[in-house]
């Protein structure tokens, strides 16, 4: 029991949040936001740490990522202000980002929150483009075999069209 709680608390000491996209990390910043070879302008938008993981699996894409930490779920009591959307705002303050792929689960939540953003991003004049249909609605991100989420992702259209 010691050794388990010993092991619980490592844990919980090593894991942190990346200080830019929220990914879990062990550092101050996350493999890929220390990644010099990762395209900066390019962001996409995830719910949680292991959708970043199901991205990546894909192979299709080559930017860096923002982790919300959920979605918009009013019945949960998950408004916009529980989300990492500020920092994402902060972001886009150096001006480097030109794009912002949306990819939250398709769902009833992430649908909300993905129309969220785009409304919100559209404002500032950033390119929005949502991952195209195919992916099993209903269902989680991660779950998508690589295949299907890959052509999501070149498939991506304008969010609000
Ligand atoms: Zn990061």
Same mark, same amino acid.
Do not use: W
């Given at each position: @029991? ?7 608390? $490592? =844990?919980?000491?090593? =894991?942190?949040?990346? $200080? ?8 101050? %910043?996350?493999? /890929?936001?220390? +990644? ?6 390019? /962001? ?6 292991? +959708? ?6 894909? #192979? ?7 982790? %919300? ?9 998950? *408004?916009?202000?529980? %989300?990492?959307?500020?920092? &994402? !705002?902060?972001? !886009? ?8 792929? /949306? ?9 909300? $929150?993905?129309?969220? &953003?785009?409304? @919100? ?8 483009? #949502? &991952?195209?249909?195919? %992916? ?11 295949? $299907?989420? *890959? ?9 609000? @069209?």
């Amino acid at each position: @029991m010691k050794r388990l709680v010993a092991a619980i608390t $490592t =844990v919980k000491e090593r =894991v942190k949040f990346c $200080t830019v996209c929220g990914n879990v990390t062990e550092q101050e %910043l996350c493999n /890929i936001c220390r +990644d010099p070879r990762r395209d900066p302008s390019v /962001i996409c938008v995830v719910e949680e740490s292991k +959708d970043v993981l199901a991205v990546e699996r894909t #192979r299709s894409f080559r930017g860096r990522y923002h982790v %919300l930490g959920g979605a918009i779920n009013p019945i949960a009591g998950i *408004g916009p202000e529980q %989300l990492r959307i500020r920092e &994402l !705002l902060t972001r !886009l303050n150096d001006g480097a980002i030109q794009e912002i792929i /949306i990819a939250t689960d398709p769902n009833l939540e992430g649908e909300a $929150t993905a129309t969220y &953003l785009a409304r @919100m991003l559209k404002s500032i004049g950033i390119t929005v483009t #949502r &991952l195209a249909s195919g %992916l099993p609605v209903g269902g989680d991100l991660e779950y998508a075999d690589e295949v $299907t989420l *890959g052509r999501a992702f070149e498939g991506r259209r304008n969010a609000l @069209m």
